[in-house]
């Protein structure tokens, strides 16, 4: 496969832990932040090791928001943990060298108080990290170091409660910070294998984790479980929920045969309480990489790569009845975009991602941004 290579195998508080300082994420949300033009407009960003990538970025508001991934990678050998962040002003780089390991950091969220991020060790083993004000620090948490534990993705509530998708050899696929301490959920419905690809939460407090072949509402005592949607070789890359019959699922499959190299097909999927149904995207050979909501919960952005039109980022936009084209900036280098957030209380967006195919040199990170007018 062309594209996902380059993430291939992922598609994924600081108080309590004696982390909090006075110039914590809460002090620089504080600051001004810059103005941006209208619509989406590419950002200077410092570059990394070449083989560089973000794969997920999380915003807490206007002056403070995290991107995460990888740099110095080479095909399939991993590189090293990549992490920036933005003060209000411009994006910096954040030195990891104390973390002492290799692989990516592959899920970040946060709010304006305190931020969490996970990754995985060229081992596999998953890495717990919280935001300390300047830098990422590891976190303990039940059943790290242990063998059938991964951690995969992460949603942060504005109260401080979080929760991180992934799974332990038991089946538990759900860790959950209290404010005081981490703990597994009750485990999935024996139906369910492999772990999730990521977790959601929405506005209204549920939690939903999904994966290739599944997605799950958590209750607080048990789970929900939806009929499977269904593809070829399918990947789920994201889920947006509004209700128990109002549910939105991106990804891509690879279909059936073509020769190598053959892209794979955008998948765009909505439950309407009975079942899945295909919706009609407006590119289709390609893949969706992410679907998110305004401060609502409703409907509002995907983005996604546009395998017939590389040089720039290709965005959907929810207008009340449909989902319709909306176009980043045109690069002399491709344009992959990994992921995308919301600024809250703006209407206004962060997206990041890559600026090749393949996982060599002389790729680097690319950051967007779009501004409302």
Do not use: K
Request: overall charge neutral.
């Amino acid at each position: 496969m062309r594209r996902r290579q380059f993430v291939s195998g992922l598609i994924g508080t600081a108080a309590g832990l004696g982390l909090t300082t006075a110039t914590g994420p809460s002090a620089a949300a504080g600051s001004a932040a810059a103005a941006f033009p209208a619509g989406w407009q590419p950002v200077a960003v410092p570059s990394g090791r070449e083989a560089a990538q973000l794969v997920d970025v999380a915003a807490g508001g206007p002056g403070i928001a995290w991107a995460v991934g990888e740099e110095g990678r080479s095909g399939s050998t991993r590189g090293r943990p990549l992490s920036m962040v933005w003060d209000g002003t411009a994006w910096s780089r954040t030195d990891l060298g104390h973390l002492g390991f290799a692989g990516q950091l592959h899920s970040v969220a946060g709010s304006p108080d305190q931020a969490w991020a996970v990754g995985t060790d060229t081992s596999g083993g998953g890495h717990l990290l919280a935001w300390d004000g300047s830098t990422w620090q590891e976190t303990p948490y039940p059943g790290r170091g242990a063998a059938g534990t991964v951690l995969t993705g992460v949603t942060v509530a504005p109260d401080g409660r979080a929760w991180v998708s992934g799974r332990t050899s038991a089946g538990h696929a759900l860790l959950h910070w209290d404010g005081r301490q981490w703990g597994w959920d009750a485990p999935l419905p024996g139906t369910v294998s492999g772990a999730p690809s990521g977790v959601h939460r929405t506005p209204g407090g549920e939690i939903w984790v999904y994966g290739t072949g599944f997605a799950a509402r958590w209750d607080g005592g048990g789970w929900t479980q939806l009929a499977p949607p269904t593809g070829i070789r399918l990947v789920v890359t994201g889920l947006l929920a509004r209700a128990v019959d109002d549910v939105w699922l991106t990804g891509f499959d690879n279909g059936v045969g073509g020769p190598p190299g053959r892209p794979p097909n955008c998948v765009l999927r909505h439950w309407d309480g009975t079942t899945w149904n295909s919706v009609t995207t407006p590119f289709t050979i390609g893949l969706l990489s992410g679907v998110t909501g305004d401060d609502q919960g409703r409907p509002d952005a995907i983005a996604g790569w546009d395998f017939w039109d590389e040089t720039r980022a290709h965005y959907l936009r929810w207008n009340g009845s449909a989902w319709v084209s909306e176009r980043g900036p045109t690069s002399t280098t491709p344009v992959l975009i990994n992921a995308l957030a919301r600024i809250p209380g703006t209407g206004e967006y962060w997206s990041v991602g890559t600026t090749s195919s393949y996982p060599y040199p002389p790729a680097q990170v690319r950051v967007e941004h779009f501004g409302r007018s």
